[in-house]
């Protein structure tokens, strides 16, 4: 035995063709049946006009209680018009046996009525003796106490009765056919678009993800339905191209990890079964293999910090904020510059200076992050500057604050790029600029530049024993990394031939300066030693 939900039509257009025939086809019965009650009431009411207009002449009373015939009777079509049937009562109420009127049925009225029944001229309707139809009858008082009942029978009325109400059954019929061929295909096109949708979804989930619904008017349900649609897809698409991206660079991250560290612990291991398996090694050279195996395992101690730092920077990018001084941090990152690189001269300027010379007044600026984070992430510029830049090149430092505009933090223009989204345009921002007249990066190096372990080639005349040998190709992409963790921008304005400059942007107002800033600034200015 079926259960009740199956035999419940389960599609949209099925459904919408059974409602509209249901509707329709109630409809058009509803209308026959009130014109049909109608037609009824008003030809039951000429019947009863004609009744309540006929009255048996005085005479017939008289002979119709002596039990005889009428002596004088005038013409049928004066005194019983058509159909009409005469009964009469006697003063005690009891129904004569004599009548006027012929016909093969009479109604079936009572024997003996009381004063009050039937009531004078109020029409009723009662059965037929033989029960083959209904008459109309309505009482009328006569002389001596007697009554009369005029009769009418309502054949015709049943008959046109009968008739209208099979004429409205075959309209009912016809009109629920009609509705449903017609019906099923004005809703078969008017849900075509709908139908669309549906194809459009259904490619889509076999696999053409570039589809989209070309119905989109705002003006009906199914193009807002579409304009929704094509806007799920396309950030549909979206976060399967950001995955996508997410999984190559998750691979070619692996990989490279994989790579930075397998040449150092193969190093280790060389040198290791080296030291192992010549036990009669000279000092000289046994101090060399211990000092190769402690660099490698310094470098790949390095690597892994900084894999850690980009993990721990990629799933909580808050960090401890604190107000800052910039400028103080710019010239301890100098100073610690100049320990590493005693080769190198690296300067301290207010920003928007350009050129060697008196750099001018510097500001104290205070901003508000981590401070040693932001150490790093100095300490990387310079280190990134002193590495990819032939020795004697100036470096520069510059600390300031501005307000975001097109030039400086807004979106990228050519010549720029940043891995980090642009900061609001006009709001107040402090900056710190690394700045060098090295030879600069091409377009392609530069849009890699913040990636994870990429190495730009050097330029012609750089060193090839910096960060080539040694480094990770992991400083830019955690300095930009740390720089969105603190709300803030790193980006890069460089150009073949034209040197490079890494400026950082933090979100704030900009600072005064404070008495002691030319106490900083001649402390500063010449704190790395010349090349």
């Given at each position: 035995?079926?259960?009740?939900?199956?035999?419940?039509?389960?599609?949209?257009r099925?459904?919408?063709?059974?409602?509209?025939?249901?509707?329709?086809?109630?409809?058009?019965?509803?209308?026959?049946a009130?014109?049909?009650?109608?037609m009824r009431s008003?030809?039951?009411g000429?019947?009863d006009?004609?009744?309540?207009?006929?009255?048996?002449?005085s005479?017939?009373y008289?002979?119709?209680?002596?039990?005889?015939a009428?002596?004088?009777?005038?013409?049928?079509?004066?005194?019983?018009?058509?159909?009409?049937?005469?009964?009469?009562?006697?003063?005690?109420?009891?129904?004569?046996?004599?009548?006027?009127?012929?016909?093969?049925?009479?109604?079936?009225?009572?024997?003996?009525?009381?004063?009050?029944?039937?009531?004078?001229?109020r029409?009723?309707?009662?059965?037929?003796?033989?029960?083959?139809?209904?008459?109309?009858?309505?009482a009328?008082?006569?002389?001596?106490g007697?009554r009369?009942?005029?009769?009418l029978?309502?054949?015709?009325?049943?008959?046109?009765?009968?008739?209208?109400?099979?004429?409205?059954?075959?309209?009912?019929?016809?009109?629920?056919?009609?509705?449903?061929?017609?019906?099923?295909?004005?809703?078969?096109?008017g849900?075509?678009?709908?139908?669309?949708?549906?194809?459009?979804?259904?490619?889509?989930?076999?696999?053409?993800?570039?589809?989209?619904?070309?119905?989109?008017?705002?003006?009906?349900?199914?193009?807002?339905?579409g304009?929704?649609?094509?806007?799920?897809?396309?950030?549909?698409?979206?976060?399967?191209?950001?995955?996508?991206?997410?999984?190559?660079?998750?691979?070619?991250?692996?990989?490279?990890a994989?790579?930075?560290?397998?040449?150092?612990?193969?190093?280790?291991?060389?040198?290791?079964?080296?030291?192992?398996?010549?036990?009669?090694?000279?000092?000289?050279?046994r101090?060399?293999?211990?000092?190769?195996?402690?660099?490698?395992?310094?470098?790949?101690?390095?690597?892994?910090?900084?894999?850690?730092?980009?993990?721990?920077?990629?799933?909580?990018?808050?960090?401890?904020?604190?107000?800052?001084?910039?400028?103080?941090?710019?010239?301890?990152?100098?100073?610690?510059?100049?320990?590493?690189?005693?080769?190198?001269?690296?300067?301290?300027?207010?920003?928007?200076?350009?050129?060697?010379?008196?750099?001018?007044?510097?500001?104290?600026?205070?901003?508000?992050?981590?401070?040693?984070?932001?150490?790093?992430?100095?300490?990387?510029?310079?280190?990134?500057?002193?590495?990819?830049?032939?020795?004697?090149?100036?470096?520069?430092?510059?600390?300031?604050s501005?307000?975001?505009?097109?030039?400086?933090?807004?979106?990228?223009?050519p010549?720029?790029?940043?891995?980090?989204?642009p900061?609001?345009?006009?709001?107040?921002?402090?900056?710190?600029?690394?700045?060098?007249?090295?030879?600069?990066?091409?377009?392609?190096?530069?849009?890699?530049?913040?990636?994870?372990?990429?190495?730009?080639?050097?330029?012609?005349?750089?060193?090839?024993?910096?960060?080539?040998?040694?480094?990770?190709?992991?400083?830019?992409?955690?300095?930009?990394?740390?720089?969105?963790?603190?709300?803030?921008?790193?980006?890069?304005?460089?150009?073949?031939?034209?040197?490079?400059?890494?400026?950082?942007?933090l979100?704030?107002?900009?600072?005064?300066?404070?008495?002691?800033?030319?106490?900083?600034?001649?402390?500063?200015?010449?704190?790395?030693?010349?090349?």
């Amino acid at each position: 035995m079926r259960s009740p939900g199956r035999l419940r039509p389960r599609s949209l257009r099925t459904r919408l063709v059974l409602i509209a025939t249901v509707l329709a086809t109630a409809a058009v019965l509803v209308c026959q049946a009130t014109g049909l009650t109608l037609m009824r009431s008003w030809l039951v009411g000429q019947v009863d006009d004609r009744l309540t207009d006929f009255r048996p002449p005085s005479p017939v009373y008289r002979d119709i209680s002596g039990g005889t015939a009428p002596a004088h009777r005038p013409p049928a079509h004066e005194i019983l018009p058509s159909d009409f049937r005469v009964y009469f009562y006697d003063a005690e109420g009891r129904l004569l046996p004599e009548s006027l009127g012929d016909g093969r049925s009479e109604p079936r009225l009572r024997r003996t009525v009381t004063a009050g029944d039937p009531v004078d001229g109020r029409p009723a309707t009662v059965p037929a003796e033989d029960g083959g139809g209904s008459w109309r009858v309505v009482a009328d008082s006569g002389p001596d106490g007697m009554r009369a009942v005029v009769a009418l029978p309502l054949d015709s009325v049943e008959e046109a009765t009968s008739r209208l109400l099979w004429f409205s059954l075959g309209i009912g019929v016809a009109t629920a056919a009609g509705v449903t061929l017609l019906g099923g295909a004005a809703v078969r096109l008017g849900l075509r678009p709908l139908t669309r949708v549906e194809h459009t979804a259904r490619s889509i989930t076999g696999g053409e993800l570039e589809q989209n619904v070309t119905d989109t008017s705002p003006d009906t349900e199914v193009g807002r339905l579409g304009i929704a649609f094509n806007t799920m897809l396309d950030q549909l698409r979206a976060a399967l191209h950001r995955k996508d991206r997410t999984e190559r660079r998750l691979r070619r991250f692996m990989a490279d990890a994989g790579h930075e560290l397998r040449t150092p612990l193969t190093s280790l291991q060389g040198f290791a079964e080296l030291l192992l398996h010549d036990p009669q090694m000279s000092a000289s050279r046994r101090r060399e293999a211990h000092e190769l195996i402690a660099q490698n395992a310094d470098r790949m101690s390095r690597l892994v910090d900084s894999l850690f730092l980009l993990a721990k920077l990629g799933d909580a990018p808050t960090t401890e904020h604190g107000p800052v001084d910039l400028l103080s941090l710019a010239a301890d990152g100098i100073a610690a510059t100049a320990v590493r690189h005693p080769e190198r001269r690296v300067t301290l300027a207010p920003l928007g200076a350009r050129g060697a010379g008196d750099p001018g007044e510097l500001d104290v600026v205070e901003g508000s992050g981590d401070p040693h984070q932001l150490a790093q992430v100095l300490s990387n510029l310079l280190d990134n500057a002193c590495t990819h830049t032939p020795t004697g090149t100036r470096i520069e430092v510059r600390v300031g604050s501005l307000r975001v505009g097109p030039l400086t933090g807004g979106a990228d223009r050519p010549g720029r790029t940043s891995a980090n989204p642009p900061l609001p345009s006009g709001d107040p921002a402090h900056v710190i600029e690394v700045a060098d007249d090295g030879p600069g990066l091409s377009p392609q190096d530069a849009a890699q530049v913040f990636d994870r372990f990429y190495r730009a080639q050097p330029a012609a005349g750089t060193p090839r024993d910096g960060v080539l040998a040694g480094g990770s190709g992991l400083g830019l992409a955690i300095a930009s990394t740390i720089a969105e963790a603190h709300g803030g921008r790193l980006e890069l304005d460089t150009g073949p031939g034209e040197g490079c400059v890494f400026r950082l942007l933090l979100p704030g107002g900009p600072a005064p300066g404070r008495p002691g800033a030319g106490r900083c600034q001649a402390a500063c200015r010449g704190d790395a030693p010349r090349g």
